[in-house]
């Protein structure tokens, strides 16, 4: 038995996916459209929209989709620990993530890791950043 991390996006999941193949060099496994996939489930308009994703980053295996429902798609309650070997790449995703999103804690030492921050990325899902000691 094992639990993986499912994402809902409002709409902007095919953009989310962008972000992190650019950030975290993700491998795309699988993308189902709403068009492909059951008929009464298609949105208005929203065929070309993402049924079903699962990216690849690093070890990890994410689930992601565009659930429409009448409210914003909200990340809250939980963040992604993400473990980076080098400073350098640390540096280099928090960077990219920070684009149209807010740091939380700007990436510094810690006690427990050379190098830690937070960061929400556009679509509101809290990156950790840590490069251990």
């Known amino acids: 038995m094992y639990i993986t991390t499912y994402l809902f996006f409002d709409g902007r999941c095919e953009e ?3 972000l992190y193949e650019e950030c975290f060099g993700a491998e795309v496994l699988f993308v189902m459209r709403y ?3 059951p008929p009464h489930l298609v949105p208005p308009n929203g065929e070309e929209l993402i049924f079903h994703a699962t990216v690849k980053i690093g070890e990890t295996v994410l689930n ?3 659930m429409l429902d009448l409210e914003p798609a909200s ?5 992604l620990l993400i473990h980076v070997e080098t400073v350098d ?3 280099t995703i928090f960077g990219k993530l920070s684009i149209e999103g807010q740091v939380k ?3 510094e030492p810690t006690p427990w890791a050379r190098l830690y921050g937070i960061v929400v990325d556009k679509f509101g899902v809290t990156w950790k950043i840590q490069v251990n000691r």
């Not at 990340?75 to 963040?79: L, N, R, S």
């Open 105 to 107: 804690l700007a990436l």
């Open 75 to 79: 990340f809250t309650g939980f963040g």
């Open 89 to 91: 790449r640390a540096e």
């Open 64 to 66: 992601m989709s565009d």
């Open 16 to 18: 989310a996916i962008g």
């Open 35 to 37: 068009k492909d996939g």
